[in-house]
Each structure stands twice: as structure tokens, then as C-alpha cells.
């Protein structure tokens, strides 16, 4: 029987906001400390979910609602920054779009895989960074491609596409390479991902309406929405360092060095790939980003579903 078959229930009950685009340490360091509950070293039981502190509980909403209203924030800034043609375009051509979703659904969980088998992690741990590589592109990979100048209408349709093939890639993506750790079907958050598509193009699509019809309000929006964006990102990243102190510092060195190679590396191979395409360099470091930054909250919620106690 694999060893992940011995984690708790709590899994099925732990309510906890993530962000897109956060560190792999974090996916599979809480998926570590959940594979400890509900008994600590002297076997006494821990507390479940449910007795968390209610400033716990309080900063777990606060952390949720603000990371929500980040993300509309970020992606309207993105659409204003967007015009329509660009998008018509990668339409028309979209060999760049489908290298990229390449890149993000083979390339990456190749990479995960292989740096799983090289740093030999525990099962848990192996299965926290290969449910991640697995995941769809996330939000956060468009604010990126729009602070180093890439190509915002190609990262927002291979973020749109990789969110719609996820339903897909995701489930035989995880069964293709976690084979050595688990056996366990992996239950895919559909509604999650849905959930994640109109956060990311609905505020897309207002922002571009802005610029259509007024460039000089959309300059406006794209800059106000990118200050506030950044605010938001390092308020977001305070309050889950504080919530999750206890994971980060308990973390192994291997985790930690996987969770800097994992994106350098896909980030890398990517740009390299790309431009032996013979695409330019605004679409290589578009496509590297996308490959590099997954969507968090869709690896947390297939952890809550997925791994579950045989019980």
C-alpha cells in the first residue's frame, strides 16, 4: 500500500486559501504537516480543523477575500493593457499558444518528476510538487508577462486554454507520473478551475472594453491596477507567511532547493525551446512564465480532495 494511503481525514476538511503563483515548498510542506495529523511525536491528538483560533479562522477569510479581489484588480490592469487585435491575432497564428501548452503540460511535470526522483522525496512531498507541475496556469503569470513587457494577449489565452485542457491533462497528467509514489485516483476540483477562468478573463474582458473605447482611461486603469496589484501581492504574502510560518520553517533543504529549480528550470527550458522555434524574445519570456507559474489554489483543492484516509 502506498505511503500517502495513511493521510488523515483532515485533508477533507481543512479549508485553507492559497494564492496562484505561490512557492511548491508550501503545497507540499502542508501536505507533509497533514500527513503528520492528526498525531503529534508524543501521540497525543492534535486539534482538528475546527478548533483552529478564531484569529486563525479570521485571517484565513481575510487572506481568501483579499487574494479574490487581487487577482480582478491584477487581471483588469491586464486587460487595459491589452488590445483586441493582439488577441485576433495569436488566433489566427496560434503556434506560439500551443507551444506553450506544451510546455505547461508536458515539459513542466517532466521537470517536476525528475527533480522528485534526483532530491529521492518522501511520497508526500513528491506528490505536493507533482500535483502542482500538473496544475493549469495561474493569474499571476499575466501580472508577470505585463511588468517585463511579454506578450499579455498570448499569456491570457494560455491561460484561458491550459484552465479548459486542465479538466482533461490534469487527472492523466498526475496518474502518468505520480505511478511511483501512490495509486490513488486523483479527484480534479472542476468547479475550482471554472471558478478560476472567470476570475481571470471576466475582469480581462472589462478591462479591454475600457481600452476600445477610451485608450486614455485605460492607460489610467492599467497603471492604478498595477500599484494596487502589487500592494495587494505583498499584503497577500505577509499574511499567509504569518499563517504558515510554522510550515515554512519546517520545510527540508530539498524541498526548499526543489521549489527554486522547479520554476527556473521550466522557465529556462521553455525560453530555450521557444526561441529555437524562432519566435521572438517578447513571446519566449511570455511562454517561459506561463510555464513556470502554476495555479496554486487548483493544486490545494485537489489535495483536499484527493488524498484522503482510507477510513
Known amino acids: ?20 503563483g505561490w512557492p511548491t515548498s508550501w503545497v507540499a510542506g502542508r501536505l507533509e504537516v497533514l ?9 497525543e491528538e492534535r486539534p482538528t480543523p475546527h478548533e483552529l483560533p ?8 481575510a487572506a481568501a477575500l483579499l487574494m479574490t479581489l487581487n487577482t ?17 491575432d495569436h488566433l489566427k497564428r496560434p503556434w506560439a499558444c500551443l507551444v506553450g501548452v506544451a510546455c505547461q503540460f508536458v515539459l513542466l511535470p517532466a521537470v517536476g518528476f525528475s527533480l522528485c526522483l ?9 506528490l505536493g510538487v507533482l500535483i502542482l507541475v500538473c496544475s493549469p496556469g495561474g493569474a499571476f503569470s499575466n501580472f508577470f508577462t505585463f511588468w517585463v513587457d511579454g506578450d ?33 485516483e486523483v479527484q480534479v476540483p472542476y468547479l475550482n478551475i471554472l471558478i478560476s477562468l472567470v476570475i481571470v478573463t471576466a475582469p480581462v474582458f ?32 505577509l499574511l499567509l507567511i504569518l499563517r504558515y510560518w510554522d510550515i515554512i520553517v519546517k520545510s527540508s533543504i530539498d524541498l526548499v532547493i526543489i521549489a527554486v529549480l522547479t520554476p527556473l ?23 517561459a512564465i506561463e510555464t513556470g507559474c502554476q495555479n496554486m489554489v487548483v493544486a490545494i483543492s485537489i489535495i483536499l480532495l484527493s488524498l484522503r484516509s482510507p477510513r
Open 206 to 237: 472589462v478591462g479591454m472594453m475600457v481600452r476600445h473605447y477610451s485608450s486614455r482611461l485605460a492607460s489610467y486603469v492599467a497603471k492604478v491596477c498595477g500599484v494596487v496589484g502589487w500592494a495587494g501581492a505583498i499584503t497577500c504574502g
Open 118 to 126: 534526483a532530491f529521492h522525496l518522501p511520497p508526500y512531498q513528491a
Open 35 to 43: 500527513h503528520e495529523a492528526p498525531h503529534n511525536s508524543s501521540g
Open 265 to 287: 528550470t521550466g522557465f529556462s527550458v521553455a525560453y530555450i525551446l521557444v526561441k529555437i522555434l524562432c519566435f521572438s524574445h517578447k513571446i519566449c519570456r511570455t511562454v
Open 72 to 88: 480582478v484588480t491584477l487581471m483588469l490592469g491586464v486587460g487595459a493593457a491589452t488590445y483586441w487585435k493582439e488577441f485576433w
Open 152 to 184: 499579455l494577449a498570448l499569456s491570457i489565452i494560455m491561460t484561458a486554454v491550459s484552465s479548459v485542457l486542465a479538466l482533461g491533462m490534469m487527472p492523466l497528467n498526475v496518474w502518468l507520473w505520480s505511478w511511483r509514489w501512490t495509486d490513488q
Open 1 to 20: 500500500m502506498p505511503a500517502v494511503d495513511a493521510l488523515p481525514s483532515a485533508l477533507s476538511s481543512s479549508a485553507v486559501p492559497w494564492p496562484e
Open 54 to 61: 478564531q484569529w486563525l479562522v479570521r485571517l484565513d477569510q
